[in-house]
T-cell receptor
Framework: AQKITQTQPGMFVQEKEAVTLDCTYDTSDPSYGLFWYKQPSSGEMIFLIYQGSYDQQNATEGRYSLNFQKARKSANLVISASQLGDSAMYFC?????????????FGKGTKLTVNP | DTEVTQTPKHLVMGMTNKKSLKCEQH?????MYWYKQKAKKPPELMFVYSYEKLSINESVPSRFSPECPNSSLLNLHLHALQPEDSALYLC?????????????FGSGTQLSVL
């Protein structure tokens, strides 16, 4: 079974600084996908970035990058130049197959607070 | 149109009421999902529909009844709920069978059961 672990319940960062949110995973599947979502207090889940297990390079999307270390089974999210609007819950997730269908399994999340 | 629309945004119901949550997408996605999220917790999968057929039911109590009338619509019928069912209910959609496809989420229905 797939498992996602986020060990940081809360993180604080100063505006304009970079921050790393940790995510480790466990799976026996040779092919897998890892996702990061942002959830502001309004509730919607916003997709940030995706990393495939066979991707040779770390994924980047604007200010977001994923530090993918396959041997260590980690997929940390790096947010550069933090903004006040980055304050939110961040969830790491893994695609899992079940009964021929796919689902996302989420970690417990990290609450990021950006201070002015 | 890259939106998943959920209605209503807020719902208050008594334990004897019957209500329905609705979800709609027009992105051509053929997989649709219901997740339940309690405060300060991650979303938990309830149901998955793939090509309008129920493919995953995560042992959800029968007081929750999903329905997928067509490829664009997903409903969740609620009956005889308990106060512990109060939560944010999130709908999502994606292209099925393509592991690198992200799920698009709606903004959710905040449900309170009195």
């Amino acid at each position: 079974a797939q498992k996602i672990t986020q060990t940081q319940p809360g993180m604080f960062v100063q505006e304009k600084e970079a921050v790393t949110l940790d995510c480790t995973y466990d799976t026996s599947d040779p092919s897998y996908g890892l996702f990061w979502y942002k959830q502001p207090s309004s509730g919607e889940m916003i997709f940030l970035i995706y990393q495939g297990s066979y991707d040779q390079q770390n994924a980047t999307e604007g200010r977001y990058s994923l530090n993918f270390q396959k041997a260590r089974k980690s997929a940390n999210l790096v947010i550069s130049a933090s903004q006040l609007g980055d304050s939110a819950m961040y969830f790491c997730a893994m695609r899992a197959l079940q009964g021929g269908s796919e689902k996302l399994v989420f970690g417990k999340g990290t609450k990021l607070t950006v201070n002015p | 149109d890259t939106e998943v629309t959920q209605t209503p945004k807020h719902l208050v119901m008594g334990m004897t009421n019957k209500k329905s949550l609705k979800c709609e997408q027009h992105m051509g996605h053929r997989a649709m999902y219901w997740y339940k999220q309690k405060a300060k917790k991650p979303p938990e999968l309830m149901f998955v529909y793939s090509y309008e057929k129920l493919s995953i039911n995560e042992s959800v109590p029968s007081r929750f009844s999903p329905e997928c009338p067509n490829s664009s619509l997903l409903n969740l019928h609620l009956h005889a709920l308990q106060p512990e069912d109060s939560a944010l209910y999130l709908c999502a959609s994606s292209y099925p069978g393509q592991g690198n496809e992200k799920l698009f989420f709606g903004s959710g229905t905040q449900l309170s059961v009195l």
